[in-house]
C-alpha cells in the first residue's frame, strides 16, 4: 500500500502475508487469527512504520508494536464505521442502541464522528467484542475551535441518551494534532489534558498549535 494519512483510531487490516510481530505475547497470533486488525496508536512512528496495537480478548491483553505500511490491505476510519450497523441478533446491547441514539445528536451538529473501541472493532470485523456492560467510544473531529458553550450543550445531550440506554460514553475530540476529552473541555476549568504522539500536555487552547 502507498503511504496514506493515518490518524490515531484507524482500523487496519492485515495482509495474509504480514510477518509475525516480534517479542509479542503468545495470545497475539491467536488475536489476529481470529481478527487481521491492528488500530492506529497516538505514537510517533520509526521511520515508515506506524505505531499500532493488537486487541485481545480481555482488556488486559493490548500490545503495542510498529508496521510497514505495505503490510496493510485495508483503512477503516471511525467515519466509514458509524454507517455499518452490527449484527441483528447483537444489535440491542446497549453500547448499540446507544450508537443509534447519538446518530442525531452529532449529525444535527454537523460533526465529523465515529464509533472506536470495541464497537468500531466490532462494526469493522463482524467479531462479538462488545459485551452488556461496554462503554461507547467517540471520535470527533474538530479541526476548527468548537466553542466551549456549544460542548458543554453537547456533552449533556450525550450523556443524557448514555443515561437512557443504561452505558457510558467516552467522547474525545480530536484536532489535527492531538486529542482531548469532551467531558473535561465542557467543564468550567481552563486547562485541559491534551494527548500529543509525544505524550500529554495542560492546555488552555487546544487548537493553538494546529
Known amino acids: ?3 496514506v494519512s493515518l490518524r490515531p483510531h484507524d482500523l487496519l487490516r492485515l495482509s495474509p502475508s504480514a510477518p509475525p510481530f516480534a517479542d509479542a ?3 497475539v497470533a491467536a488475536a489476529l487469527e481470529r481478527a487481521p486488525f491492528v488500530v492506529v496508536r497516538r505514537a510517533p512512528p520509526i521511520g515508515d512504520e506506524i505505531a499500532v496495537g493488537v486487541r485481545g480478548i480481555v482488556r488486559s491483553e493490548r500490545f503495542g508494536t510498529w508496521i510497514a505500511p505495505r ?10 464505521l ?3 450497523n452490527p449484527d441483528p441478533a447483537r444489535a440491542g446491547l446497549p453500547a448499540f442502541a446507544l450508537l443509534r441514539a447519538i446518530a442525531p445528536i452529532l449529525d444535527s451538529r454537523g460533526l465529523d464522528w465515529g464509533p472506536a473501541g470495541s464497537a468500531g472493532f466490532e462494526l469493522a470485523t463482524a467479531m462479538p467484542t462488545v459485551t452488556q456492560s461496554s462503554d461507547v ?3 470527533v473531529r474538530a479541526p476548527t475551535p468548537l466553542p ?7 456533552f449533556d445531550a450525550l450523556s443524557h441518551a448514555a443515561q437512557k440506554t443504561g452505558t457510558r460514553i467516552d467522547v474525545q475530540i480530536e484536532t489535527p494534532d492531538a486529542a482531548f476529552s469532551l467531558a473535561e473541555f465542557a467543564r468550567a476549568s481552563l486547562r485541559v489534558m491534551q494527548r500529543h504522539a509525544d ?3 495542560l492546555v488552555t487552547n487546544p487548537w493553538a498549535a494546529s
Not at 503490510?71 to 466509514?80: C, G, H, K, Q
Not at 466551549?148 to 453537547?154: G, T, V, Y
Open 1 to 3: 500500500m502507498e503511504r
Open 25 to 27: 505475547p503468545g495470545w
Open 71 to 80: 503490510w496493510i490491505d485495508a483503512i477503516l476510519t471511525p467515519e466509514d
Open 82 to 84: 458509524r454507517a455499518r
Open 137 to 139: 467510544d467517540i471520535v
Open 148 to 154: 466551549r458553550a456549544d460542548a458543554s450543550a453537547l
Open 199 to 201: 505524550g500529554p500536555r
